[in-house]
């Protein structure tokens, strides 16, 4: 089916930048929209963005908006989170998700990625 591979993850300094990626392989013909969510210690697992594979069409959670970016190459089958600006807040484990025609949810997960951002 559909296979997903997070990397970037680490530890940066409040301010920093990291960029995320995850590596989609398989039937990739089949991806509807793609998102990365994230789930902090002790807290439910959110959207924090997603992004549809043909046209590019983008969500943010309120909590990133203007300073992560999602973007995708089709032709590459990877999805990217590019994160500025990073607040403490923002640590978690980030995971990579995709959706596929006709699932009705985020049906295929990445095993995560760290982010943790020191204050």
């Known amino acids: 089916q559909v296979q997903l591979v997070e990397s970037g993850g680490g530890l940066v300094q409040a301010g920093g930048s990291l960029r995320l990626s995850c590596a989609a392989s398989g039937r990739t013909d089949r991806l509807d929209a793609m998102g990365w969510f994230r789930q902090a210690p002790g807290k439910e697992r959110g959207l924090v963005a997603r992004?549809?594979?043909?046209?590019?069409?983008?969500y943010y959670a309120d909590s990133v908006k203007g300073r992560f970016t999602i973007s995708r190459d089709n032709a590459k089958n990877t999805l990217y989170l590019q994160m500025n600006s990073l607040k403490p807040e923002d640590t978690a484990v980030y995971y990579c998700?995709?959706?596929?025609?006709?699932?009705?949810?985020?049906?295929?997960w990445g095993q995560g990625t760290q982010v943790t951002v020191s204050s």
């Open positions: 992004i549809t594979w043909t046209l590019g069409y983008t």
């Open positions: 998700a995709a959706d596929t025609y006709g699932s009705n949810t985020y049906n295929y």
